[in-house]
T-cell receptor, first 111, second 113 residues
């Protein structure tokens, strides 16, 4: 799987949009970008994924650049419960592929 | 729809013992994968099963093994436990087809003393 680069930590004020960047410059054409988050001591929670178009669901939006070398996860109105480690993962199409987790971004929502 | 269920949630074992962890995937999911999470190494992929066959394996010693049953439920086993095996063990499931999303359980906390 391609490697991803994320900032180690970020702060965001409660109620504001949290924008989490991810670089995946070696992504190949059939690899998806997945985002998960992990709240302390819990299992990772799936957030969203995309191939090349922007995606939105009830939790977040995913913006992927046209060259697909980077993406941004947007939490539109961050709450204290969004404090977590966010992982950006690039995954191939194979159903057997394990997920390769990096260190992620520790997002801290400030009251 | 129930999520991925793992048992037990917490357990303590002694060095040299073995342990078996259990996972029930989301109904209809045929792929089950296992991960280990430690403070030092982060989240690492152990292995993946589909239709009772191991399809993929991470870089772990042979002491770590698993199996999947015909109802898609899975177990993983760690033999001859070492202190360094203390970790959160996570099970995840997906339908198993190309590109399907993987969903995680809450994990089993293993402490080896």
């Amino acid at each position: 799987d391609a490697k991803t680069t994320q900032p180690t930590s970020m702060d965001c004020a409660e109620g504001r949009a949290a924008n989490l960047p991810c670089n995946h410059s070696t992504i190949s054409g059939n690899e998806y970008v997945y985002w998960y988050r992990q709240i302390h001591s819990q299992g990772p929670q799936y957030i969203i994924h995309g191939l090349k178009n922007n995606e939105t669901n009830e939790m977040a939006s995913l913006i992927i650049t046209e060259d697909r070398k980077s993406s941004t996860l947007i939490l539109p109105h961050a709450t204290l419960r969004d404090t977590a480690v966010y992982y950006c993962i690039v995954r191939g199409r194979g159903g057997a592929d394990g997920l390769t987790f990096g260190k992620g971004t520790h997002l801290i929502i400030q009251p | 729809k129930a999520g991925v269920t793992q048992t037990p949630r917490y357990l303590i074992k002694t060095r040299g013992q073995q342990v078996t962890l259990s996972c029930s995937p989301i109904s209809g999911h045929r792929s089950v994968s296992w991960y280990q999470q430690t403070p030092g190494q982060g989240l690492q992929f152990l292995f993946e099963y589909f239709s009772e066959t191991q399809r993929n394996k991470g870089n772990f010693p042979g002491r770590f093994s698993g199996r999947q049953f015909s109802n898609s439920r899975s177990e993983m086993n760690v033999s001859t436990l070492e202190l360094g095996d203390s970790a959160l063990y996570l099970c995840a499931s997906s339908p198993g087809r190309t590109g399907n999303t993987i969903y995680f359980g809450e994990g089993s906390w293993l402490t080896v003393v």
